[in-house]
């Protein structure tokens, strides 16, 4: 295993089943289980932080006349929602869970605590974590980076529809290639679209390696962690 502690980005999109109108499809979530079954049982400590965009997203709300600050509550509950997705799928499958807030909703989920979000992972149940950062005018980026700062964890796992960060979208240029490797400063000077810069910068502060991966690739979470595929590593 290449990495112990790993908190795992995924977005909200990539729960979704468009074609049939689901905010979670039922397979894509089993396969996450699955994977992460399979990375308990290696002995991997997991956190995941959700998006939301599968359902709301604040910009988007703001341009067809939400308030900015309001649509970004909106985004916020909306990763709760996905959060609450995640961990019924992952009990289905047996795996421990708990949900943890960055906005206090008790009935719902636990708030959160560093020290016991640490205490979760160090006992093996998955700990999801829901509302972002707590605040508008960030992303689920930025708080996967800050939560992977908080809880020391050895890599940052951003899921994506590719294998890895390439120096174009290669879906719409077929000359992009791919970066191996790439540093921190390098992708905030890129201006690269994987990821906001204040997410780039906090893990470049915090010594966070991020890796960029193909989350639909079969086994592809499992085959970052055993470092059989690389995805693409950002570091210093
Ligand atoms: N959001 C926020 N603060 C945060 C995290 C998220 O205000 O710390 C809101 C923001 O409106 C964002 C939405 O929640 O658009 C959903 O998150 P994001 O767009 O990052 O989700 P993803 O694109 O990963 O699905």
Redesign the pocket.
Known sequence: MKYKRILLKI???ALQNREKALNHDPEIMAMLAAQFKTMLEMGAEIAVVV????I????AGSQSGTNRTT???M??L??VINSLAIQNALENEGIDTRVMTAITMRAIAEPFIRRKAVRHLEKGRVVIFGA????????????AALRASEINADVLMKATKVDGIYTADPVKDPNATKFETITYQDALNKQLKVMDAAAFSLCMENDIPIVVFDFFKENGMVDVLTGVESGTRVTH
Do not use: C, I, Q, V
């Not at 972002?132 to 708080?143: C, Q, R, V």
């Open positions: 977005s909200g999109e998006g939301g965009g599968n709301f997203r604040g910009l649509g970004d509550y985004g916020m909306a990763t972002g950062t707590g605040n508008p005018y960030f992303t689920t980026d930025s708080a």
